[in-house]
């Protein structure tokens, strides 16, 4: 599966961002899909996911400021960031993950001011 992520930026601390990933297939044909992110020096981390029949996941340090939904209809997984803190800025990137392959987006950059 192809993905094309969108909607990162530059945004100030206590901001809101929508991220956008868009598979190449029917979404519900893909176990699981998600959103990790990678700061610089940092290794790349889990932020949300959500499998094939809608249940959603999130790390504990998330304290629910994130959000991770779907539009089955547009084959899009979107990822709403709110109340953003300079250490959230990384490079975000979309997973498919398949029973036998996984396939990553290319990376949208988001970047939280002070």
């Known amino acids: 599966v192809q993905l094309q992520a969108s909607g990162g930026g530059l945004v100030q601390a206590g901001g809101s961002l929508r991220l956008a990933c868009t598979a190449s297939?029917?979404?519900?044909?893909?176990?699981?899909m998600g959103w990790h992110r990678q700061a610089p020096g940092k290794q790349r981390e889990l932020v949300a996911g959500?499998?094939?029949?809608?249940?959603?996941n999130y790390p504990n340090f998330m304290e629910g400021r994130f959000t991770i939904s779907r539009d089955i209809s547009k084959n899009t997984v979107y990822l709403q960031m709110n109340d953003l803190k300079p250490e959230d800025t990384a490079v975000y990137y979309c997973?498919?993950?398949?029973?036998?392959?996984?396939?990553w987006g290319q990376g949208t950059q988001v970047t939280v001011s002070s």
């Open positions: 997973l498919a993950r398949e029973v036998i392959d996984r396939s």
């Open positions: 297939r029917n979404i519900l044909n893909i176990p699981s």
């Open positions: 959500i499998t094939a029949e809608g249940a959603t």
